[in-house]
């Protein structure tokens, strides 16, 4: 069973940067597609980033494409995103997922491919 662990949260003001990392164990971390997605209070749970097993693609929202950086070290089992110039609008809990599909262009956002999911870190952007 893979358990994944986000951390990294915090509040940051508009404008300003910050660096999530999901940490994953019991499992092999190298055989994983890793997703991000965010949750806003009263919305549903959207699509971030998406990066392939070996870092060969990565994948991005519209909204955070040329803003928002994800990549992984499968020796140290993490991925980490990094978001810059970011919006109040952004202030969202960010859920970092995981699954064992080959990831593409049209799958990087399908919630149902992620089986495994953490337990999500809280990023508050003031304005």
């Known amino acids: 069973q893979v358990q994944l662990a986000e951390s990294g949260g915090g509040l940051v003001q508009a404008g300003g940067s910050l660096r999530l990392s999901c940490v994953a164990s019991?499992?092999?971390?190298?055989?994983?597609?890793i997703g991000w997605f965010r949750r806003a209070p009263g919305t549903e749970r959207e699509f971030v980033a998406a990066?392939?097993?070996?870092?060969?693609?990565?994948y991005y929202s519209d909204s955070v494409r040329g803003r928002f950086i994800v990549f992984r070290d499968n020796a140290k089992n993490t991925t980490i995103l990094e978001l810059h110039r970011l919006k109040p609008e952004e202030t969202a809990v960010y859920y970092c997922?995981?699954?064992?599909?080959?990831?593409?262009?049209?799958?990087?956002?399908?919630?149902?491919?992620?089986?495994?999911w953490g337990q999500g870190t809280q990023v508050t952007v003031s304005s």
């Open positions: 997922a995981a699954g064992t599909f080959s990831l593409s262009e049209e799958r990087a956002g399908r919630l149902n491919d992620y089986v495994y």
């Open positions: 990066i392939t097993r070996t870092s060969s693609s990565s």
């Open positions: 019991g499992g092999v971390f190298s055989r994983l597609t």
